[in-house]
DNA sequence: CGCGTCCAGTACGATTCCGGACAAAGGCGC
DNA sequence: GCGCCTTTGTCCGGAATCGTACTGGACGCG
């Protein structure tokens, strides 16, 4: 495979490694396409690959017999595969493909090695489980205190912040489900932020229109998650 | 300091190390009482020692100017610190304590060395760490597709497993904090819980009588986090 | 033993959201 | 251009929960 460079990575904790560690992982790293709706890793099943996005989305889901829940988003700033990190090689949850893109992928094993051999790798990943953790905290407040519109308002500045772009590929059953609401109510909602022209709907997307707006919107259900990561990853 | 004996501790995670790792942790570890109410970490302020819990209860929380919700809940399976574990020193969360006990704490910098020191620590606790993100998980999924009373069934459940006492000293107030909703709606769903002879309300404690019926009746809200932490520590 | 404080119980209108159903419209394949 | 499937828009009654306020009882403290 073709020489990776780290600079001209887009995936945020690739560009924060050391070069040793980089240079560690790189042999190991290959390009896979992402699909939408793709499970990338499956609940209970033994964890293959982590992937390192680099672009594209991805949804960690809490499925029961009785409904599915988001209970996290990653895109280029993350990673898939944290369980790997903390010493076990499955967990109840899945991670499914929200918007297609690539993402860097190395196997288990390696990634485990890699992991033993340098503490700062440890520690770069690391944190970004502390931002992960953070992430599904906020999810659990957004979700106890805030009503639909502001939780779209929220679901739609992360979605657009891991994206990078301002027309997301998303439908509203999609959201619906993601939000673990009823898909009229997001109906509803999106004409609400619609109404303010916060964004725009079409059929199968949304685009964003004023950001600074839609954070307003938010309120504080959007901002200490982010502001999380930045503290451990803004420099890098 | 008293020699601690590995096996005459509470703290499962304590009791699940290796005799190596629990003699590198034991010289620094000691005793600390912890009184409810007490934070024994501030959100945003460094960490000083990580509190492994012998006995009592602390949720973790995170809190904002408009309000505040449990994301997590801490007693005997589990330690306070986990930042300290994935490479930083502070988080947004607030660790309260909310039923008096004890705790064996070690200073941040002396966890650190020893995790340096031992892949097998950082095991340990590192699927310590994944046990508690499937519990917030659970949170999100909990308080997006379960009425009070299904949720109040599991918090109580929650809280009597890390306790290990069928009676809990808890107020309603506290119960409708940690919950995220109004404290009437407690006291409704509580009397919901009594009718049906699955717990007795007091002035300021909660009786477990039939812990079978509030599994019942928190159906799929309770257990998969449960079953994950019995996956990774059951046989420790 | 009496007072003050904390806690539990109750009420009620307002509001949000659900559950389910159905109709319109966009867009793709043929 | 036609038909079909997906997606979106809309409607309704009903349930759950909220916000707020007030009452009465339990407990601790002096």
Redesign the pocket.
């Known amino acids: 495979m073709p020489q990776l460079r780290q600079s001209a990575l887009r995936n945020r904790l690739l560009a924060a490694l050391t070069a040793e560690d980089f240079a560690r992982l790189a042999p190991h790293l290959a390009e896979t396409p992402m699909t939408i709706r793709e499970c990338v890793i499956t609940s209970d099943q033994p964890i293959a690959h982590a992937y390192f996005l680099e672009d594209g989305l991805v949804s960690l889901i809490a499925d029961t017999r009785e409904g599915r829940v988001e209970i996290g988003l990653v895109g280029r700033e993350g990673m898939i595969g944290v369980p790997l990190l903390l010493g076990t090689d499955r967990t109840p949850h899945n991670a499914m493909v929200q918007a297609d893109g690539t993402a860097l992928r190395i196997a288990a094993a390696e990634l485990c090695a890699a992991l033993d051999a340098s503490a700062a790798l440890r520690g770069v990943l690391g944190r970004y489980v502390q931002t992960l953790i953070v992430q599904v905290g906020q999810t659990v407040y957004a979700n106890a205190d805030y009503?639909?519109?502001a939780r779209l308002a929220r679901w739609i500045l992360m979605t657009q912040d891991r994206l990078g772009r301002d027309e997301l590929p998303i439908?509203?059953?999609f959201m619906a489900m993601m939000l673990?609401?009823?898909?009229?109510?997001v109906?509803?909602a999106?004409?609400i932020l619609e109404g303010t022209r916060l964004i725009q709907?079409?059929?199968?997307?949304v685009i964003v229109l004023d950001r600074a707006g839609l954070m307003d919107f938010a309120s504080d259900s959007y901002g200490p998650a982010e502001a999380e990561y930045e503290r451990l990853f803004g420099e890098g």
């Open positions: 009503n639909i519109e439908t509203h059953d673990g609401v009823r898909r009229p109510g109906t509803t999106l004409h709907a079409k059929r199968g997307r």
